[in-house]
């Protein structure tokens, strides 16, 4: 079927906005593949540095006879995601050698797990360790031994940040290796309503402990449909996994044979081979479209509007909230992951996943079809799911019918008709808000305000009981300038539960949310962020704000708020201790949250 005629305009925005700086970039990645493999240049001293090491594999790479893939790792085995990582370098350097190739660790990136820094300082170094591990992995890849690359990563900035230094490198082929995620343990619903007991002080925190440990239970990614596996959707539907390869659970043959698999598949898109397909080539404008597309088809996370216009920005492509939104209206949900429904993400795979939905999107016109992808060219190759066959994946067609249709169902009978993402714009500035999971009742909320200059604030005011109707809870200087831009995940039991009341509550921030949050409304990435002068920092207890997820508005309903003076906070007390001394650079040079919250400067 033709490419929607909406999808195809707001394609050809992106691309006449950013003929300029993708023009450039992509004369930089011509230049450095013009250049041939990189070792070839080294000195005999600086090739004997690298392969000094390699064992059996230090005379094939001084002879150049095979292509060098170079691994950049996020493996650190306190993230439950990415402990398995631990054992692929293995699986990549047998794979390498079975194609008469090599492949050596190039360096590693650091790994934040965002579930354990919730509601933490360290939470304030999340959304810049994006940045780092971009430039990590650009330090990985710089000593420019390497004819392809694997990318070892998973969760919430971890990816992200990995694209942006592999399209640093965007003349290489690469390949994103998943680990996949856990088995299923306590239904996600049951982990939140134990979460709001114990906030109401219902139970304690043994009964706390308990449930999160049933709920997170050994090695692979939390099964919600958070930040970390939108991530996986995303490189899937951008075309950097293997077709069928986001959701195998760690540990078992089929998720070592695709790790294999990687291997032999990046080294055939080098240079060396007739097959020659870059990143660059892959990241286009219609692979990042096509990334919206599913994040909007499948509820995805609101992190990933942030880290896609960072992504886009580092292979010269320029989005803007507006093109999220004018998807969002285009495209209908397909899916119900939980916190948008009650499935995880191994009921969502065993219902059709992502193959299926890939595959419903091309039917309805919703999906550009003939992108270039590591599998080949076209989307189609996504419809597909792999098998095992002699220990080795074999890809063959899949479901074309919902196994579970109150999980994954058709664009003739969706869930919903939008992809539940707006743009909100008005007297208040302009921000974004998450609709997928909120019951219509709730997408109209107009309420006095509460002010709060932190998280712990606006909890301590619950717990005091201060909140006894309806609210809209306003949580500013969160932004990436005053503070990094921490989720503020924790404050969802306390608003869910006077959401529960019958009280029409809201929150409004500069700051971010969780990918796993969903039920109660929420404005986020307000800009300007109160730091840098925005109408949030003029907001004042009692003012009577309209949060309005149907007109796309953000208003403080008080005329005279605008003639306020700007509300000021003392930030100091949060610039240091738990690393944020060395971060001071990064607030003094960050970008606002709808150019992608980098400190690159795009």
């Known amino acids: 079927m033709a490419v929607h005629p909406k999808l195809q305009q707001i394609t050809d925005r992106i691309v006449a906005r950013s003929a300029a700086p993708r023009s450039a970039y992509l004369e930089r990645m011509r230049a450095a593949a013009s250049k041939g493999p990189s070792r070839a240049h080294l000195s005999c001293s600086g090739q004997a540095h690298a392969y000094a090491a390699a064992g059996e594999d230090q005379g094939k790479l001084a002879t150049g006879i095979g292509g060098n893939l170079g691994i950049v790792t996020a493996y650190n085995d306190m993230l439950s995601a990415h402990q398995p990582f631990e054992v692929f370098p293995d699986v990549l350097r047998a794979a390498a050698r079975?194609?008469?190739?090599?492949?050596?660790?190039?360096?590693?990136?650091?790994?934040?797990?965002?579930?354990?820094?919730?509601?933490?300082?360290?939470?304030?170094?999340?959304?810049?360790?994006?940045?780092?591990?971009?430039?990590?992995?650009?330090?990985?890849?710089?000593?420019?031994?390497?004819?392809?690359?694997?990318?070892?990563?998973?969760?919430?900035?971890?990816?992200?940040?990995?694209?942006?230094?592999?399209?640093?490198?965007?003349?290489?082929?690469?390949?994103?290796?998943?680990?996949?995620?856990?088995?299923?343990?306590?239904a996600n619903d049951d982990k939140a309503m134990v979460r709001q007991k114990f906030a109401a002080g219902e139970c304690g925190r043994e009964e706390l402990m308990a449930a999160e440990m049933a709920a997170y239970h050994g090695p692979g990614t939390c099964t919600f449909y958070g930040t970390a596996n939108t991530n996986q959707m995303l490189m899937e539907f951008m075309g950097l996994h293997l077709p069928g390869s986001s959701f195998v659970t760690p540990n078992t043959g089929m998720r070592e044979a695709l790790t294999a698999e990687g291997a032999r598949r990046a080294l055939s898109l080098s240079a060396l081979g007739d097959s020659y397909t870059p990143v660059c080539d892959i990241l286009d404008e219609k692979a990042f479209v096509n990334g919206m597309v599913g994040l909007m088809a499948t509820g995805g996370s609101t992190n990933l509007l942030i880290h896609m216009?960072?992504?886009?920005?580092?292979?010269?492509?320029?989005?803007?909230?507006?093109?999220?939104?004018?998807?969002?209206?285009?495209?209908?949900?397909?899916?119900?992951?939980?916190?948008?429904?009650?499935?995880?993400?191994?009921?969502?795979?065993?219902?059709?996943?992502?193959?299926?939905?890939?595959?419903?999107?091309?039917?309805?016109?919703?999906?550009?079809?003939?992108?270039?992808?590591?599998?080949?060219?076209?989307?189609?190759?996504?419809?597909?799911?792999?098998?095992?066959?002699?220990?080795?994946?074999?890809?063959?067609?899949?479901?074309?019918?919902?196994?579970?249709?109150?999980?994954?169902?058709?664009?003739?009978?969706?869930?919903?008709?939008?992809?539940?993402?707006?743009?909100?714009?008005?007297?208040?500035?302009?921000?974004?808000?998450?609709?997928?999971?909120?019951?219509?009742?709730?997408?109209?909320?107009?309420?006095?305000?509460?002010?709060?200059?932190?998280?712990?604030?606006?909890?301590?005011?619950?717990?005091?009981?201060?909140?006894?109707?309806?609210?809209?809870?306003?949580?500013?200087?969160?932004?990436?300038?005053?503070?990094?831009?921490?989720?503020?995940?924790?404050?969802?039991?306390?608003?869910?539960?006077?959401?529960?009341?019958?009280?029409?509550?809201?929150?409004?921030?500069?700051?971010?949310?969780?990918?796993?949050?969903?039920?109660?409304?929420?404005?986020?990435?307000?800009?300007?962020?109160?730091?840098?002068?925005?109408?949030?920092?003029?907001?004042?207890?009692?003012?009577?704000?309209?949060?309005?997820?149907?007109?796309?508005?953000?208003?403080?309903?008080?005329?005279?708020?605008?003639?306020?003076?700007?509300?000021s906070a003392d930030l100091t007390g949060g610039h240091a201790g738990t690393g944020r001394e060395l971060f001071a650079p990064f607030r003094a040079s960050v970008g606002a949250a709808e150019t992608g919250a980098s400190v690159f400067g795009w």
């Open 98 to 186: 079975s194609v008469g190739g090599t492949a050596q660790v190039a360096g590693g990136v650091p790994a934040m797990c965002d579930g354990v820094t919730q509601g933490e300082a360290g939470m304030e170094l999340s959304l810049f360790s994006r940045d780092v591990i971009a430039m990590a992995a650009g330090v990985a890849l710089s000593h420019n031994v390497f004819d392809a690359a694997v990318f070892l990563g998973v969760c919430d900035k971890i990816v992200p940040g990995l694209v942006i230094g592999a399209q640093a490198f965007g003349h290489l082929p690469a390949v994103f290796v998943p680990a996949g995620p856990m088995t299923s343990g306590l």
């Open 309 to 567: 216009v960072a992504m886009a920005r580092a292979g010269g492509i320029v989005l803007t909230p507006e093109d999220f939104s004018e998807v969002s209206e285009l495209v209908p949900l397909l899916a119900r992951v939980y916190p948008n429904g009650l499935a995880d993400v191994n009921h969502f795979h065993a219902a059709g996943g992502l193959g299926l939905v890939i595959s419903e999107l091309l039917k309805g016109g919703l999906l550009h079809p003939d992108t270039m992808t590591v599998a080949g060219r076209g989307l189609a190759l996504y419809t597909q799911e792999p098998f095992l066959q002699d220990d080795e994946p074999v890809w063959k067609a899949g479901t074309d019918v919902s196994l579970n249709d109150k999980i994954v169902s058709t664009i003739d009978a969706p869930f919903a008709a939008t992809g539940g993402l707006k743009h909100l714009k008005g007297s208040l500035g302009a921000g974004v808000i998450k609709v997928s999971a909120v019951k219509p009742e709730f997408h109209i909320i107009e309420a006095p305000a509460r002010v709060f200059h932190s998280q712990e604030d606006a909890k301590a005011a619950f717990k005091a009981g201060e909140f006894t109707g309806d609210v809209i809870v306003v949580v500013r200087f969160q932004g990436p300038k005053a503070n990094g831009m921490p989720e503020l995940h924790s404050l969802t039991p306390m608003l869910a539960i006077l959401q529960g009341r019958g009280q029409k509550v809201a929150l409004v921030t500069d700051g971010r949310m969780s990918g796993a949050s969903g039920k109660v409304p929420a404005a986020i990435h307000v800009c300007p962020e109160a730091v840098d002068g925005g109408p949030i920092a003029q907001v004042q207890d009692g003012d009577m704000l309209r949060l309005d997820a149907v007109s796309g508005t953000l208003e403080n309903l008080n005329a005279d708020a605008a003639a306020r003076p700007l509300a």
